[in-house]
């Protein structure tokens, strides 16, 4: 499988690289896979920090969603692998003054893993630390206990929310509550219509026949929770929708968010047709969709395939997605 | 091939729909495939109006490019298929006041013949109307006169330019000539590693062996100069710049911007190493790079692939490029 790319081995760090070659306000550090703000107060001065990261392969997150108002930090690990927690401590110590860091992490094991053994070595330096795990993944709902669901797409609406937060001089602890309740009125679910080739792979992780989808694919490639005939856009955007609703218990008149996200090879015009499906089927829901993101937010490299995920709005969690914010990445709701 | 789409007959309205569904600054007309701004001022008050089209399947462009202090209008043919000339002249009398309108076209026959017979009628309605043809292709350089020339990526760059000069409320003539300037001091090469799906089709347009890729390929899987090797992304990114630095006969100190264009199916990764690449091959050259743009901007339904774009500048260039403008898709230059 053909890729625009040197060596396999060093894909992640020429990224990086790139990125903030292209971008000024970014900086990497020198010995890890970091990407930081390159403007950052002076360490007394700064407010708290918000991290996150995770494996690489689903540009534009992390690096993208670095900059003023949103992510202080983002950590890459190779593609679809978890950063080190020597990474994720060097983000911290690059970061954090005193008011401390808040990590956002995707719900994995890797990830909590070392996510949460660099939040406690930082804790013995002093440096306060706060992690919010985000799970948003509604598919596996009736097959998993709730602690065990997988962080989607929906977590870039997190990094907007905790950024924003710690943008107005809240507390690590403010901070990360506020990031935690949003995550707890977030759903996201997938369709995938094919898999994703890992860079220096000869051909795609799996195979789906040519009639039939993937519900609730995650987005390394991991299993859905059922195989479909491929039907039409409007019948798959209902039943994620559907299943999204149900979930997050949306009522009559409840204020949302949505976000339809590109998983990599899905063209404009497959996410607009699904969005107008999706602003359809909610509309007849009668809930007040207030706010819309389309694009692709989080990829799983090339998997060809989208998820929507809806967010519970009130008005101060709709204040924070509205605050201004600079980074590559981020586009604001419509 | 899967695609997420309804009826492939109504792929383009459908899209459309969706599109001003999500952007209430986005209005659909009734009878034609025509993306307008919402909130146009009364005819009489209206300053020049800026409008490009073509083919549908180059998503974002060209509906997303509509808004304030960019395009006016996009007119969407169906996919790879020029709009019709009624479409156009619809496109003209709902947005043109008696300042007029620019027309923005990507140099193909059906486009040029189209839209030029539009702007005909136009003026016999009393509508002043200039065309500027856009053909910044320069793969086919040693193949073609300059005058055959394909409209790729860098159109895009030309609409900003255009609705920035028409907000700043030069005249029909003026904003047309600034136009014309910018694109006889643009080029654009791409690379394609493989072929795009029509929506519907069963299978891509063409194959390419698993080991080459095609230079200069056009937006639409048209022939490109040469058939290659697949070599690193370093070594194609060497020859794409080189090609256009040529073209454009840049010489030491040459003020210039660049724009990464994803061909819709290419991960942010590689095109972040592909900005590595190209302004590392830039910067040996000597050429001062004062804007980057990098992202799927003007696209081949889901090719994989990229194009680089470089348009030299002075100051009036860069400061329409960076004038404020709102609309789905375009971000500021870095």
């Known amino acids: 499988m053909k890729k625009l790319i040197n060596d396999p081995r060093h894909v992640v760090r020429e990224m990086l690289e790139g990125i903030v070659d292209i971008s000024p306000a970014l900086a990497l550090l020198e010995d890890e896979n970091v990407v930081v703000r390159a403007d950052l107060p002076e360490q007394a001065a700064r407010p708290v920090a918000v991290l996150s990261g995770g494996g690489s392969g689903h540009e534009p997150a992390h690096a993208g969603y670095v900059g003023d108002g949103l992510l202080t930090g983002a950590i890459a690990g190779d593609v679809f692998t978890s950063p080190s927690s020597d990474a994720v401590l060097s983000a911290i110590r690059a970061t954090s003054g005193p008011a401390g860091a808040v990590l956002i992490v995707k719900n994995y094991t890797g990830d909590r893993l070392n996510f949460g053994l660099a939040a406690e070595l930082a804790r013995t330096e002093g440096i306060p630390v706060e992690i919010v795990v985000v799970a948003d993944d509604v598919a596996l709902r009736d097959v998993v206990e709730p602690a065990r669901r997988r962080g989607l797409?929906?977590?870039?609406?997190?990094?907007?929310?905790?950024?924003?937060?710690?943008?107005?001089?809240?507390?690590?602890?403010?901070?990360?509550?506020?990031?935690?309740?949003?995550?707890?009125?977030?759903?996201?679910?997938?369709?995938?219509?094919?898999?994703?080739?890992?860079?220096?792979?000869?051909?795609?992780?799996?195979?789906?026949?040519?009639?039939?989808?993937?519900?609730?694919?995650?987005?390394?490639?991991?299993?859905?929770?059922?195989?479909?005939?491929?039907?039409?856009?409007?019948?798959?955007?209902?039943?994620?929708?559907?299943?999204?609703?149900?979930?997050?218990?949306?009522?009559?008149?409840?204020?949302i968010a949505l976000l339809v996200n590109g998983l990599g090879a899905t063209t404009p015009l497959e996410l607009a047709i699904v969005g107008r499906a999706a602003l359809a089927a909610l509309r007849q829901r009668r809930l007040q969709v207030e706010r819309v993101w389309s694009g692709n937010y989080l990829t799983a490299l090339d998997m060809p395939g989208c998820s929507l995920s809806l967010l519970r709005l009130d008005d101060e969690r709709l204040a924070l997605l509205d605050a201004p914010a600079t980074s590559p990445a981020w586009q604001p709701g419509i």
């Open 153 to 255: 797409a929906g977590t870039v609406l997190i990094h907007k929310i905790a950024g924003a937060a710690a943008r107005k001089g809240h507390s690590v602890q403010e901070v990360a509550s506020i990031a935690r309740e949003a995550s707890a009125a977030l759903g996201t679910m997938g369709v995938a219509l094919g898999a994703c080739t890992l860079p220096g792979a000869s051909k795609p992780g799996f195979t789906l026949p040519e009639n039939e989808v993937e519900l609730g694919l995650g987005i390394h490639g991991e299993q859905g929770v059922s195989r479909s005939p491929l039907s039409s856009a409007d019948e798959l955007t209902e039943t994620l929708i559907a299943t999204l609703a149900d979930d997050l218990g949306l009522k009559d008149g409840a204020r």
